[in-house]
């Protein structure tokens, strides 16, 4: 499974961004999905994850400013961000798993993220 992000950019602390990746196989088009991201010098976080269900986690740093959702039919996974602040800085991937794995499995390129202040 190829996923392939995109949408980042640079933008003002207080603006919105929108990322999209969209997955290559439609075996994967009900996997388990999710967003990461990860700065230099620290482990990659997980920002939000989706079950093929809608079911949604969120990292409390994102809560309330974040939403992930999913098009199945479109096998794509977007993560709306709205609110951002400097912390949010970071390269973000988009990440699949099978449904028995516990971890994620599939990642995408990573998209730079860049909040100014």
């Known amino acids: 499974v190829q996923l392939q992000a995109s949408g980042g950019g640079l933008v003002q602390a207080g603006g919105s961004l929108r990322l999209s990746c969209a997955a290559s196989?439609?075996?994967?088009?009900?996997?388990?999905k999710a967003w990461y991201r990860q700065v230099p010098g620290k482990q990659r976080e997980l920002v939000a994850s989706?079950?093929?269900?809608?079911?949604?986690n969120y990292a409390d740093s994102v809560k309330g400013r974040f939403t992930i959702s999913r098009d199945n039919a479109d096998n794509t996974v977007d993560l709306q961000m709205n609110s951002l602040k400097p912390d949010d800085t970071a390269v973000y991937y988009c990440?699949?798993?099978?449904?028995?794995?516990?971890?994620?499995?599939?990642w995408g390129q990573g998209t730079q993220v860049t909040v100014s202040s």
């Open positions: 989706i079950t093929s269900g809608g079911i949604t």
């Open positions: 196989e439609f075996s994967s088009s009900f996997y388990p």
């Open positions: 990440a699949a798993r099978r449904w028995n794995r516990g971890e994620y499995e599939y």
